[in-house]
Nanobody, 123 residues
Framework: QSRLVESGGGLVQSGGSLRLACEGS????????IGWFRQAPGKEREGVSC????????IYADSVEGRFTIFRDNAKNTVYLQMNTLVPEDTAVYYC????????????????WGQGTQVTVSS
């Protein structure tokens, strides 16, 4: 069964780092744009960062610019989100999603979603 599988979430102190991974299970991610999104309790799901299939184009939300880095290793069929200098406001369930392409890294552009991984940042 084809699916996106997120991993790497956990509990970290403010100022710490985590690296999330999004792996394509049963299919190749190489031709897909991949996005990372997050949803905090009581809030709407929001775009965090997106990367084109080639990796040449990336977008970051203003709130994570300079702290998070998205990159992909198509040989490993995996897209990563390196998260540094984490703050409590980054606490959320993080999802990866696939699309044929994107314009502004919005939720509506992505139609194939993983199950999510919890990230909790303590103060």
């Amino acid at each position: 069964q084809s699916r996106l599988v997120e991993s790497g979430g956990g509990l970290v102190q403010s100022g710490g780092s985590l690296r999330l991974a999004c792996e394509g299970s049963g299919f190749s991610l190489a031709l897909d744009a991949i996005g990372w999104f997050r949803q905090a309790p009581g809030k709407e799901r929001e775009g965090v960062s997106c990367i084109s299939s080639s990796g040449a184009s990336t977008i970051y939300a203003d709130s994570v610019e300079g702290r998070f880095t998205i990159f992909r290793d198509n040989a490993k069929n995996t897209v990563y989100l390196q998260m540094n200098t984490l703050v409590p406001e980054d606490t959320a369930v993080y999802y990866c999603a696939a699309a044929s392409g994107f314009h502004d890294c919005s939720v509506d552009e992505f139609h194939y979603w993983g199950q999510g991984t919890q990230v909790t940042v303590s103060s």
